[in-house]
């Protein structure tokens, strides 16, 4: 019998009969909007309010939202109609990118340095358009950092840091929240590396959140909302942390696997 992906089965789609709303989050930190009713204008808005505690963001990034705002905006929650997702086998490896991975002295990190990959991500947005990874966004990643579920994948020249990404990971999911590049192809090359070590960390769906040439190029697709809550369900049966992403690690390049 052949095996099927979680994320190759397309259930119903209720987003067509589903009335829109945007909610107010309560104090409750299980409190709960319903995706399917999210805005199509702006698309995938679907709750405003509620805070950035560590219980609030593990609840919801379980069911698919996650929070983009710009101060002084309050706190805004997005499910978008379309999920951009990277399947880890997928990733596009392009022959100027193999060239890029052989031309310096490259190795890799993982969770070696969360708070400078987090301020690179702030500081790089901020110079091009500004940025929507405000203090608090911080304090609340890092504080997931401590619990076990924000990690950083770096990538290094001659040890010096010059790349990355940073994102929550839980059960058989990673979210990736933001990358960032201080040297040609760093970040690509980290997440080259972090795909090819997915199958060692249990990794079978990254959550790319928002659609981006960047990032179709590297092999991510779109899911219909409906197909991605259906990959949440099998993939995160219960919101708990990823031991395997749980640890300090430095290597080198591995020969590709794809």
């Known amino acids: ?24 989050l309560s104090d409750d930190v299980l409190d709960t909007p319903n995706p399917n009713k999210a805005l199509d204008d702006p698309e995938g808005l679907s709750a405003v309010g509620g805070d950035l505690s560590s219980e609030r963001l593990i609840h919801l990034y379980s069911k698919g939202f996650f929070p983009w705002y710009s101060d002084p905006d309050p706190i805004l929650w997005w499910h978008p109609k379309e999920r951009c997702a990277l399947v880890p086998r997928a990733f ?70 010059v790349g990355g990404f940073y994102g929550v990971a839980m059960g058989k999911m990673f979210f990736g929240e933001s990358m960032f590049s201080l040297y040609p192809n760093a970040s690509k090359l980290a997440l080259r590396e972090f795909c090819r070590r997915s199958e060692e960390y249990q990794i079978e769906l990254i959550d ?32 708990k942390k990823n031991d395997l992403l749980n640890n300090q690690a430095i290597f080198g390049i591995k020969t590709p696997n794809f």
């Open 1 to 24: 019998m052949p095996q099927h992906h979680p994320t190759d089965q397309t259930p119903n789609d209720p987003t067509e009969t589903a009335q829109q709303e945007l909610v107010l």
């Open 208 to 239: 790319c959140q928002v659609e981006s040439d960047h990032l179709l190029t590297l092999g991510a697709t779109l899911m219909a909302r409906s197909k991605f809550v259906h990959a949440l369900e099998v993939l995160i049966p219960s919101p």
């Open 92 to 161: 596009h490896e392009s022959r100027s990118l193999r060239k890029a991975a052989n031309r310096d002295n490259w190795s890799f990190s993982l969770n070696q340095d969360f708070d400078s990959v987090i301020h690179h991500c702030a500081e790089l947005r901020a110079q091009k358009e500004g940025t929507w990874i405000s203090e608090d966004i911080k304090n609340a990643y890092k504080n997931l950092h401590k619990l076990g579920f924000a990690h950083s994948f770096e990538s290094r020249i001659n040890g010096k840091l």
